[in-house]
């Protein structure tokens, strides 16, 4: 028996750190990443998609995003059983009770509101533990999986949550925390075959029969394997699970680390720029240090704004931004500024390599420094 299990959809997502036209493609990209989910499901032969939490970013969309996401799963050649997770709780304003999703859900669309078993194929049941709150203040697959039984002989049984794992969560007091410790004591014991949980955003082997599908397309800068599905078979003859990672995701969020200390690093860097592919899908933060001249910062401020109608989003992480900007013997040498002039910046200089004694000055006066170069035309006029 084979089946498809993903999670954290978040259909709906602001996105705000994208700017103009990259939010709509990435907006889209999100609901093309779904429409995959369904083409692998027909091609892979699977019995079914279970969407284990968080399918919708919050209760609280625009019709027309419901819309267009049932236009996709409309679309779907299996059933598709939607788990409500945190950021889509089946609380009192949950938009699984309004009334554009009871009017406009589809046929294969099931979502599974009650804890405990349910029969999704003959012969395989879930094991569902929907969220009903943000806050729900108890291990919630715990709750759906008391009482039960070892999998009845020829039947297969999954056990599908939300939320963090407690081996994995940093919060190590969280009362709604997974105990996988007792989860896998479960499977152990034939409560269930498999358990695939939502929440982690990367695909995330917990244990060879607890798994994290991870988000089908990227979030977070921070998330090292997005952009899965899981490809699940179980054999109903001796219960044994095979998992498949497979990627329908097409964005990247990369961070990319340079120190520059010279032109030649500067070069480096936008080699490594014009090495990623798909720019328009890939959003980059930078993070920079080293000690830059004028006349290389400036190159390397003309690189920036050239990438950044390239890329989805191209900008310094100024978290981790650690690059001074000083002026050398040569910079304003052939600017013949004089008087005046010339003396504020040598102030200005002096200010800015005194980060040792005022961060705040020393990085207003770089910032003031940078400004005079490209005004007087030098950031035009050296290569």
Not at 246 to 268: I, K, P
Request: glycine residues 8%; contains cysteine.
């Amino acid at each position: 028996m084979r089946f498809i299990a993903t999670a954290d959809w978040q259909l709906g997502m602001t996105a705000r750190f994208l700017d103009g036209q990259a939010r709509p493609r990435f907006l889209q990209a999100r609901l093309d990443a779904v429409r995959r989910i369904g083409e692998l499901a027909g091609d892979r032969g699977a019995q079914f998609v279970v969407v284990c939490g968080d399918v919708f970013e919050s209760n609280q969309l625009d019709r027309a995003i419901i819309s267009r996401a049932f236009e996709v799963l409309r679309g779907f050649p299996v059933p598709v059983h939607l788990l409500p997770g945190n950021h889509d709780p089946l609380d009192a304003a949950s938009l699984y009770d309004s009334a554009t999703f009871a009017a406009r859900t589809p046929e294969a669309v099931r979502v599974l509101r009650e804890p405990g078993v349910c029969e999704v194929a003959p012969g395989v049941q879930l094991v569902a533990a929907p969220w009903f709150s943000k806050r729900p203040g108890q291990d919630l697959v715990a709750r759906a999986c008391a009482g039960l039984e070892p999998t009845p002989a020829g039947t297969i049984r999954i056990v599908a949550g939300h939320g963090a794992v407690s081996s994995l969560d940093p919060d190590a007091a969280d009362p709604a925390a997974i105990d996988d410790a007792a989860l896998r004591g479960l499977l152990d014991a034939g409560i269930a075959h498999v358990a695939v949980l939502g929440d982690r955003h990367s695909t995330t082997q917990v244990d060879p029969r607890i798994w994290y599908p991870g988000t089908p397309e990227v979030t977070d800068r921070a998330e090292t394997d997005p952009g899965n599905v899981l490809v699940i078979d179980v054999d109903p003859a001796t219960g044994d699970v095979t998992v498949e990672p497979v990627r329908v995701g097409r964005w990247a969020f990369t961070v990319v680390e340079q120190t520059l200390n010279a032109a030649e690093d500067v070069a480096a860097l936008e080699r490594r720029l014009a090495a990623i592919g798909a720019k328009e899908r890939t959003a980059v933060w930078l993070r920079l240090s080293g000690t830059l001249t004028m006349a290389d910062n400036a190159r390397l401020e003309r690189l920036l704004e050239e990438d950044r109608e390239l890329f989805a989003r191209l900008d310094l992480w100024e978290r981790y931004r650690d690059l001074a900007v000083l002026p050398d013997g040569h910079d304003f040498a052939d600017l013949h500024l004089g008087g005046f002039a010339d003396q504020a910046v040598d102030e200005l200089a002096g200010m800015a390599g005194a980060a040792a004694e005022s961060d705040t000055d020393a990085e207003s006066a770089q910032g003031a420094l940078r400004l005079l170069y490209r005004l007087a035309g030098a950031a035009g006029g050296r290569s």
